[in-house]
């Protein structure tokens, strides 16, 4: 593996390796002791999984263990629990080294592939700040694992089939062959989007050799295969697990996501050549077919295309290939595929880490030669320097938002107002912190951008009934059951149910928990909540059924053994009242408390 890194061992390579990885550590390093932010902790801080050989193990085999199926991912976190625990600081060093390392794959493979300026390109794409986002961001473990095994089976690959030398493809059964697809895989396994990579390695056959034949198809297909099986897989999980909030990634028809698409692409290479400003949530545009400047987005994208394509013969067919890798390597990420984030925003920093690469290597391919064109090289080093290190300024600076939650979403709404995730984010902090006024004007400054979001009404529920304020926390509670999704019926009932029984209407309170239970009948708080009402209707031999319920749902909870022997002792039917079962029933609650 280290002739991946550097296969001619002089020692500038060397120098400029260590250059590459120590200026990567320096300009990521405000992050490095950032705290665990927004889904770091269901993917990490708050993931029973990690704690548990068997949670290893089910990360590989059911889809439903985690909220990705991401088992190389999160094979790494379980990894890092045993060694770290929750401190931050060793999963963050882990993000900043594999992007360091997937900079030097990426010079490595650009020198392979003889292009100009590959170490300068390999140091904008390790220094660039638009990927702070996927390094400073441990949750996006995904993406610098991903990239890192992408290229070095993409650099696989190309030793293979030698588009940097000869052109001949070695003998089908190459080890280099192999190892390109077990790296494939791995890839995909941390995360999907690596599905592109038999369509990058096509182009570069096609570059290089100037035709695609046959055998390049043939011996690309087990990718083709494995790429498509997984990112149908990875589609369908984030469609089951992710989406539980009220609105779906996109309700937009297909003309509608052409038009993102086409928007985006101009965004993503927008903020590559000029990344200011950089935001967690960008504006969510609204999609109009009848608005010109939009439809101008995608038809620009295409005839730029097309005018590669009929000067490939003058300009070559590096610019063609460079274009499509950028816009082929983002198309999991153009709206085509319902995407979580996209609820929030249609464009993220993260979702052009991969695509990236492509852009930026042909951007300072054509600065390299557009300067040994005018026979000026000499101020080729010191421009390259002074981008460097703009770009290293900028990325140290933009990693210091990344320290923990508050100063993120806090940036966020500093410069994008109208996110209304982040007011709504602050709001759980807030609360949190049981600063409930605060919480609440985070809140409702949410739904003042956006009224139809399932889990601020939620929230404002909680806060109005644990304040005591059940009329507000009624209303706001009738709202999130009207907003919520299938998955999330079962507890805004519960809650209704809740307010509903302290507001005294216990009938209305039991219709909402018979609702929820038909949700989720194996709920055992649910069961058990049901079983309080039930017993304060005075409906108590339903109640004890239902506390027996929750018991056998939740072995190690006492609290059902204790209401159960409660009413053995004070049954209305002196027949039904049974003492010693009840003494029982309270040793076996007070067991359970003291383990």
Aim: glycine share 4%.
């Amino acid at each position: 593996m280290t002739s991946f890194f550097i296969r001619h061992r002089s020692s500038g390579d060397i120098l400029k390796a260590c250059l590459l990885v120590s200026a990567t550590f320096v300009a990521y390093w405000p992050a490095a002791h950032g705290e665990f932010i927004w889904d770091d902790s269901p993917n990490v801080a708050d993931n029973e999984a990690l704690r548990s050989v068997g949670g290893l193990a089910r990360s590989w085999y059911r889809i439903e263990e985690n909220y990705h199926f991401y088992p190389l991912m999160y094979s790494s976190f379980w990894i890092e629990y045993r060694l770290w625990n929750f401190s931050t600081t060793g999963y963050h060093l882990t993000n900043i080294l594999l992007h360091a390392m997937g900079a030097l794959l990426l010079y490595r493979l650009l020198r392979t592939l003889t292009v100009p300026g590959a170490w300068v390109a390999a140091a904008v794409f390790a220094l660039h700040p638009i990927q702070v986002e996927s390094v400073a961001w441990i949750t996006e473990r995904k993406n610098v694992l991903s990239g890192f095994l992408f290229l070095a089976s993409l650099l696989a690959y190309v030793r293979y089939r030698r588009l940097g030398g000869t052109g001949k493809t070695q003998s089908p059964f190459s080890v280099m062959y192999a190892v390109s697809f077990v790296l494939f895989v791995l890839a995909m396994l941390s995360k999907t989007t690596a599905c592109t990579l038999p369509a990058v390695a096509l182009l570069l056959v096609w570059w290089k050799m100037n035709r695609i034949g046959r055998k390049d198809v043939l011996l690309l297909t087990p990718f083709f295969i494995a790429g498509i099986a997984l990112g149908l897989l990875t589609a369908w999980v984030e469609k089951e697990t992710s989406f539980t909030g009220t609105l779906q990634a996109l309700d937009e028809s297909f003309g509608h996501r052409c038009l993102i698409a086409g928007r985006a692409v101009w965004f993503y290479a927008g903020k590559l050549v000029y990344p200011s400003p950089l935001m967690f949530v960008y504006p969510r545009w609204q999609p109009d077919g009848n608005d010109f400047a939009q439809v101008l987005y995608p038809a620009a994208a295409i005839a730029f295309v097309v005018i590669l394509w009929l000067a490939r013969h003058k300009l070559g067919r590096a610019p063609l290939v460079a274009a499509l890798c950028f816009g082929g390597t983002l198309f999991p990420a153009l709206s085509f595929f319902d995407v979580y984030f996209m609820r929030f925003s249609f464009v993220a920093n993260h979702f052009q880490y991969l695509s990236s690469m492509a852009l930026i290597a042909l951007v300072v391919a054509v600065g390299h030669s557009v300067i040994e064109r005018i026979r000026l090289a000499w101020i080729g080093p010191p421009v390259a320097a002074i981008v460097v290190v703009v770009l290293s300024l900028l990325t140290w600076h933009h990693a210091h938002t990344f320290r923990d939650e508050e100063t993120l979403w806090n940036d966020a709404i500093r410069k994008n107002p109208d996110a209304w995730m982040a007011h709504n984010n602050l709001g759980v902090i807030f609360q949190r912190r049981d600063d409930l006024d605060t919480a609440v004007s985070y809140y409702q400054a949410a739904l003042e951008v956006n009224d139809n979001v399932f889990e601020t009404y939620k929230s404002l529920t909680e806060i109005y009934w644990m304040t005591g304020d059940l009329d507000k926390a009624l209303l706001h509670g009738l709202r999130a059951l009207e907003l919520a999704p299938h998955i999330a019926k079962v507890v805004a009932h519960n809650d209704l149910a809740n307010i509903l029984k302290d507001k005294g209407d216990l009938r209305a309170a039991l219709d909402h928990y018979r609702a929820a239970m038909t949700y989720d009948p194996d709920k055992p708080e649910l069961q058990f909540n049901y079983a309080r009402t039930l017993e304060i209707s005075g409906r108590s031999d339903d109640a004890y059924r239902h506390y027996e319920r929750a018991h056998s749902l939740k072995p190690d909870w006492p609290e059902p053994l204790r209401y159960m022997a409660r009413l053995l002792r004070t049954h209305p039917d002196p027949d039904a009242r049974d003492p010693d079962l009840a003494d029982e029933l309270e040793r076996q609650a007070e067991q359970l408390k003291s383990d």
